[in-house]
């Protein structure tokens, strides 16, 4: 399967300046194969090493202390030459700081000839691994454009692309709407999409699905004591529910009775921060930063893929097809993950006569834009004019299942075209 990550891992090699390459983000989302693939083509030969549980490896890397003596032992414990510029060396699962420390000696070099590529899951490791020596990269899941790709339409995101910058109608809006459809019933997990391409049959995603779902549990029993753990299960298995309400404010007591924010205050920042659930914080307000107007007690949380939240409502295609309101719920979350995967962070706006916006961001040169999912159950929602209008602002966007249309300055974009956001925003 072709991914953008690809590309990407074409220029960090020709790069002089390069540095070694951590590349973060979920597990299953396709970091480690791809990363391996592109060293069977690149390179002469690729040396791979699992950190996890690897104490010999952990000791190389904590005792040597110059570039040449790691690579001689990297070496001898894979039982491998490591030629410059003809060897891709993999360290996968990394998860300790002491192998940042060591591969921060690569960073000291001015002309890198050793390619050297770490990879982790847990973003939270972040925070201890970030330095100058070395250059990140996250991956996410499968995104639209990819999803294309693999079921040979790419021509179709030409289409799209000239359509969001032109506001023109899309010639083939049915046709995407299908596919997008099709999209967030698969998911984005590397091994749903494959698995939908060769077998229709959306049912059989659910043992992808429930694979994933023991997975995020695992890394989820990483907290450190055993009444986190249980609350961050707890607080991951309810979100499917908590999505849908009519309103969808995270409610502790929906979890148990009497539960309160501080008892899960670290479960749910744990879920948040590694990317299993995305945060959206409430505004009341919007002026930058729109961090300063968030309320960390109200926010509402989505799940990172939608095939994953798909088969947790233990949805089928004709429910999903012919509700509308478990279609809004699937879109909605569909656009946060979008967002996320953009760069913006989450929030909602709700006034205090619970006007509610279902997105606001702030653009890279600070323009604040709301974008809200247009719900067909709602003869006329008049809570984005009344956003507009007391902030003073003239731009936002509807998200909709119908083609592209500008109306009374309001871009309506088919929920399709959500990765064309930062496009001349």
């Keep these: 399967m072709e991914r953008k990550i690809n590309t990407y891992l074409n220029r960090w090699k020709r790069d002089i300046s390069k540095k070694v390459l951590v590349i973060y983000g979920n597990k299953q989302v396709g970091k480690t194969y791809s990363v391996l693939k592109f060293g069977e083509k690149e390179y002469k030969n690729v040396v791979y090493f699992n950190a996890d549980n690897n104490i010999e490896l952990l000791n190389t890397l904590k005792r040597e202390k110059t570039v040449d003596k790691i690579i001689m032992r990297l070496s001898l414990l894979a039982n491998e030459s490591i030629l410059t510029n003809d060897t891709l060396v993999v360290i996968d699962n990394v998860n300790d700081v002491e192998i940042i420390n060591a591969m921060k000696l690569f960073g000291k070099v001015q002309e890198l000839n050793y390619h050297i590529i770490l990879i982790t899951s847990l973003r939270e490791n972040l925070k201890n691994f970030k330095c100058e020596e070395l250059q990140f990269k996250a991956m996410t899941e499968v995104d639209f454009e990819e999803y294309l790709v693999a079921i040979n339409n790419k021509q179709l995101i030409d289409f799209i692309r000239t359509s969001y910058k032109n506001n023109s109608p899309m010639p083939f809006h049915s ?70 309400k009519p309103n969808k404010k995270f409610q502790y007591g929906l979890i148990k009775p009497g539960s309160r924010s501080k008892d899960y205050e670290k479960s749910i920042n744990f879920l948040h921060n590694n990317g299993f659930a995305y945060k959206c914080y409430k505004i009341s307000d919007a002026k930058s930063p729109l961090s300063s107007c968030k309320d960390p007690e109200s926010f509402k949380m989505y799940l990172n893929d939608t095939g994953l939240l798909f088969s947790r409502m233990h949805l089928t295609r004709n429910k999903f097809l012919t509700d509308i309101n478990i279609k809004n719920i699937i879109y909605e979350n569909s656009i946060a993950i979008n967002l996320i995967n953009l760069g913006y962070n989450l929030y909602y706006y709700q006034s205090e006569g619970k006007a509610e916006v279902s997105f606001v961001i702030q653009t890279r040169n600070g323009k604040i834009l709301p974008i809200e999912l247009v719900d067909k159950n709602l003869s006329k929602s008049k809570s984005l004019t009344l956003f507009m209008n007391k902030i003073g602002i003239k731009e936002a966007i509807r998200v909709t299942d119908e083609n592209f249309s500008i109306k009374k300055g309001v871009k309506y974009i088919p929920i399709y075209a959500l990765f064309c956001l930062n496009e001349g925003i």
Excluded: C, F, H, W
């Excluded at 709407?177 to 998911?187: A, R």
């Excluded at 590397?190 to 994933?212: C, H, R, W």
């Design 175 to 244: 046709v995407a709407m299908d596919y997008y459809d099709d999209y967030l019933m698969t998911g984005g997990l590397p091994e749903a999409v494959e698995m939908s391409i060769n077998n229709p049959n959306k049912q059989l995603l659910n043992t992808v699905y429930s694979k994933v779902n023991d997975t995020y549990k695992k890394e989820i029993s990483t907290l450190d004591n055993l009444i986190d753990i249980t609350r961050g299960i707890e607080v991951y298995d309810s979100i499917p529910y908590q999505l849908q």
